[in-house]
């Protein structure tokens, strides 16, 4: 009973604020931020830890501005949920003002060769979900939430314009190989660590980060091609630009390690667009590889013990 009502909670507030104008919902976001960073000690610690990782030059000023607006830019993204799954289409379609890129997808299908775009949590993702799913065939891997009463919300948000979503298991893995096959386009999100066992420790932004190694095995069964794809979101609210990026030509090699190296350079040169929106409140080094090889103590090398 309290998932059902919590879910109609959440889907009402979806549906309230998909109406709601874009600078309206940053100006919101913004006063979101600020309580989220004064009473949640573990979105502002792991933020901050984050950031003395991938910018250790930076000042403590300027650590706290960076630590503060990626939490008005992550507020944004949850306030802007109802506007991408909920919204008018033509409403989102003109919020997209700019789009840089598209003919490393358009050239990569005259080629019949398949696409597959890495998209990190950088600015809005399910804009970009919108844009694809617009343009091309696209599949992207889904797992359900954890309120299932909200599946058929979420999932209907991001079929809509005909993206198709499948399981996060081998069948999906299965689905994503025959939709590069007929030189479609697929989503992977390249910056979640993944379970024990399905990945590598490889460099991002210079520390040890575990990796998912599912796209060299696309890539070895499929020759596909793989981009880079953001939504950015413009300042003030004003919309959105789409970016897709060349990937780092690591990608593309056999060895695990080397092609998680690779993906993990495309998700820095990403970031590089506008780093505070990237979503830096998650753990991304949260497993070490002396927790991997059980180094006795190992618990003394975690990024985000509090001291």
Not at 27 to 51: C, D, P
Not at 156 to 177: C, I, K, Q, S
Request: net charge positive; aromatic share 10%; hydrophobic share 40%.
């Amino acid at each position: 009973m309290k998932r059902s009502f919590k879910a109609t909670a959440i889907h009402g507030l979806w549906r309230l604020l998909s109406g709601w104008r874009l600078a309206t919902l940053w100006r919101l976001a913004g006063i979101a931020s600020r309580v989220l960073y004064a009473v949640s000690r573990r979105e502002r610690h792991v933020s901050r830890r984050n950031l003395e990782v991938a910018f250790p030059d930076a000042t403590q000023a300027d650590r706290r501005q960076r630590v503060r607006q990626s939490l008005h830019h992550s507020a944004a993204t949850m306030l802007e949920l109802g506007f991408a799954w909920i919204g008018a289409p033509r409403r989102v379609d003109e919020a997209i003002i700019e789009v840089h890129g598209r003919e490393l997808l358009d050239d990569a299908r005259a080629e019949n060769r398949g696409v597959i775009v890495l998209a990190p949590h950088f600015g809005n993702w399910e804009v970009l979900n919108f844009w694809l799913s617009s343009h091309f065939p696209f599949t992207a891997m889904y797992e359900p939430p954890k309120i299932a009463d909200l599946d058929p919300v979420i999932r209907h948000g991001r079929e809509r314009m005909g993206a198709e979503l499948v399981p996060t298991n081998p069948r999906g893995v299965a689905a994503l190989l025959k939709a590069l096959k007929r030189a479609e386009a697929i989503g992977i999100l390249p910056d979640q660590e993944p379970n024990w066992g399905s990945g590598v420790f490889a460099d991002f932004f210079g520390r040890q980060a575990y990796t998912a190694t599912l796209l060299p095995k696309l890539v070895a069964r499929t020759q596909a091609r793989v981009v880079t794809g953001v939504a950015r979101r413009l300042p003030g609210g004003r919309g959105f630009a789409i970016h897709f990026l060349a990937a780092d030509e690591r990608v593309y090699a056999s060895d695990e390690t080397i092609s998680a190296t690779g993906v993990n350079a495309c998700v820095e040169a990403a970031i590089g667009l506008d780093p505070v929106q990237y979503q830096w409140e998650y753990k991304r080094w949260k497993k070490t590889p002396e927790e991997e090889q059980n180094v006795p103590g190992y618990r003394r090398f975690r990024l985000y013990r509090k001291h």
